[in-house]
């Protein structure tokens, strides 16, 4: 039979504290293991959560788990709501904390979304406006969630909604802060994909990064994936940081709710009480009463009014987000890219905006359509055709090629666009979301705009064109619909000419 103490194998059949006998497990995350257990003196089914053996733990961090699952036990019990799961009881077996929590009939989002795909909008919407409802409660008693994500929101099969997984919870609680605050100096805790700006930048969060968290997690619900995922962290926080929400394509009457909670200042979002009258109301069928936020911040830098040329603007975006990666760098990082919950969190892969518009060439080879989504006098510094030097509108100098925009204009040779990473990666950038294809030619999925890692480059023989770019040099990289091994036209890529390889990227 399995003790408590074999966190790594199977639980099956180990009788914990005495009371709680375990029938099988039903997940596994960063910090525990949860299992499904009978309750041996009421007769009761309850879930349990085990913290894990980590052998290469050091003390430090084998007490700060610990210290984290009872915080997870105490936050939850903090907040008195239908919405929040339900904590029973803590024990200790063999040294280790166990949380003894309610067992919900139902599956998590992340696994509906998974296994369903993505949801009507309407009913994403009335799901959003329950958990909001459990926000609410928790933010007025002073917890925030922090981690809120599809893989942490369990449906149970009545309809309720419930709020789960406080593992990285805080609490209010005035004399003992440093005891009840999971965030030390320099490190974020949390899943990536669903985190806010503001804790991104490693700025105290509030109930508005809860909110954002929601906003992401309706987005994935309803447009199929995450909409700021990218292919490293590093791009992954620059898109959360600088870029704009990408516009929903199936979130019809949700998509201006949408966009308030997740707008980029956390003082313009709505309160989880506006933002649930909001969903309540796209769920209901009638107009949400949606405030028109101002333009945030990332937006105007972004404007091409400002006087800068494109480069120089993508130029301070990297920047804000360069500070991100150092906040991260600085402490420790304590985050998942995917799931650190024992839940799936990662929407089915779906095709997500900003995909290029496509038609078909005369070969046969994918043609997206010219000058979509270009914003006025924005060129990618990338393959260019001679012939047409503009930059901006302006004519080039004299010798009739384009300069893109930011070109190298110091001593020397210019930098190579891509650069060395590790594990064989070599960090390129692309200029716009493309469409990524098997070898065979096949279309698979998107790859987003912006800082993004390839392995190696080909000429396959099949041409893509972009406006005036044109190809047949083609980057392997995994796209961020989930396909890894595929290719994406060298098209997309900054630097390099036409039909040619992009430099710093090795040929495969």
């Known amino acids: ?75 939850a019990a ?30 998590s989002l992340a696994d509906v979304l998974a ?38 929101v369990l449906l149970e099969r009545g309809g309720r909604v419930v709020l789960t997984d406080f593992g990285i919870a805080s609490m209010e609680a005035p004399g003992d802060d440093a005891a009840t605050t999971l965030t030390r100096g320099g490190e974020l805790v949390g899943s990536l994909d669903y985190m806010a ?148 969190d990662t929407a089915a892969s779906q095709p997500t905006a900003n995909e290029p518009s496509s038609g078909t060439t005369a070969d046969g080879s994918t043609r997206p359509e010219q000058n979509a989504h270009r914003g006025r006098g924005e060129q990618p510094s990338g393959p260019h055709k001679p012939g047409h030097g503009k930059r901006d509108g302006h004519p080039a100098g004299g010798t009739g090629s384009a300069t893109p925009p930011g070109s190298y204009k110091g001593d020397g040779p210019p930098p190579a666009p891509c650069r060395s990473a590790d594990a064989g990666k070599y960090d390129c950038t692309t200029w716009r979301s493309a469409a990524s294809y098997d070898q065979s030619g096949a279309r698979v999925g998107t790859l987003h705009a912006g800082g993004n890692y390839f392995y190696c480059q080909a000429d396959l023989g099949r041409r893509e064109t972009s406006g005036r770019w044109t190809n047949t040099w083609w980057a392997r990289t995994d796209d961020d619909s989930g396909h890894t091994n595929v290719y994406v036209s060298d098209v997309y890529l900054k630097g390099g000419e036409n039909d040619k390889p992009v430099p710093g990227l090795p040929t495969c």
């Open 1 to 75: 039979m399995a003790t408590a103490g074999e966190t790594g194998g199977d639980l099956t059949g180990a009788l914990l504290g005495g009371r709680y006998r375990v029938t099988g497990e039903i997940g596994r995350g960063g910090m525990g293991v949860v299992c499904r257990a009978r309750d041996e003196v009421l007769g009761r089914e309850v879930a349990v959560k085990v913290l894990r053996t980590h052998t290469d733990a050091t003390a430090p961090e084998s007490a700060d788990l610990r210290v984290r699952m009872q915080r997870e036990a105490r936050a």
């Open 78 to 107: 903090r907040v008195r709501h239908s919405g929040v799961i339900t904590v029973h009881d803590v024990i200790e077996q063999d040294g280790r904390p166990v949380i003894v929590m309610e067992l919900v009939d139902g599956p």
């Open 115 to 152: 296994e369903r795909g993505p949801m009507d909008p309407r009913e994403a919407a009335d799901t959003g406006a329950k958990v909001l409802d459990a926000l609410d409660a928790a933010h007025q008693a002073g917890v925030l969630h922090r981690d809120v994500k599809p893989g942490n």
């Open 197 to 344: 700006p503001e804790r991104a930048q490693g700025q105290q969060p509030g109930p508005a990064s809860d909110i954002w968290s929601l906003g992401m997690t309706l987005y994935a619900a309803v447009e199929g994936a995450s909409p700021f995922r990218r292919s490293s962290v590093y791009s992954t926080l620059n898109a959360i940081v600088t870029e704009e929400l990408p516009e929903p394509r199936r979130a019809g009457a949700l998509t201006p709710v949408l966009r308030a909670l997740m707008h980029k200042d956390p003082a313009a979002r709505p309160s989880a009480a506006e933002a649930r009258e909001m969903l309540q109301a796209v769920a209901a069928g009638t107009e949400p009463a949606v405030a028109q936020p101002e333009e945030p911040v990332t937006q105007r830098l972004a404007s091409p009014d400002n006087g800068q040329p494109p480069q120089r603007r993508r130029g301070r975006a990297l920047l804000a987000a360069a500070a991100a990666v150092a906040v991260l760098a600085a402490g420790g990082v304590a985050y998942a890219l995917t799931s650190g919950g024992g839940g799936n």
